[in-house]
């Protein structure tokens, strides 16, 4: 069982950064994907940002999009989220989440492994 456990969470002031690390137990095909999701109160969780193991191929949300950019570091069976630009509306706990595919998946379902979340408060 892949376990993942993230970091980096915390509170900003808005047009600030914070960088969201998530380390995996192991280095298996379980996180060939390994991919961040966000929710809001109230809100459904939502798509943030994707990359697989192989190519570093990634794909954003729309909200992340110019603003966040993922990253991995194979030999540290970790994924990282870098946040730039952060606004009030990016407030919400974030979560790392991993699966099998080698393909990027954006619907939280396609997932099969989840860390517990950090969560990220940006202030106006």
């Known amino acids: 069982q892949v376990q993942l456990v993230e970091s980096g969470g915390g509170l900003v002031q808005a047009g600030g950064s914070l960088r969201l690390s998530c380390a995996a137990s192991e280095r298996t095909f379980s996180t060939n994907t390994m991919g961040w999701f966000r929710q809001a109160p109230g809100k459904e969780r939502e798509f943030v940002a994707a990359i697989t193991r192989s190519s570093g191929s990634a794909n954003y949300g729309d909200s992340a999009k110019g603003r966040f950019t993922i990253s991995r570091d194979n030999a540290k069976n970790t994924v990282y989220l870098q946040m730039n630009s952060l606004k009030p509306e990016d407030t919400a706990v974030y979560s790392c989440?991993?699966?099998?595919?080698?393909?990027?998946?954006?619907?939280?379902?396609?997932?099969?492994?989840w860390g517990r979340g950090t969560q990220v408060t940006v202030s106006s």
């Open positions: 989440a991993a699966r099998r595919s080698w393909y990027v998946a954006m619907s939280p379902a396609e997932y099969d492994y």
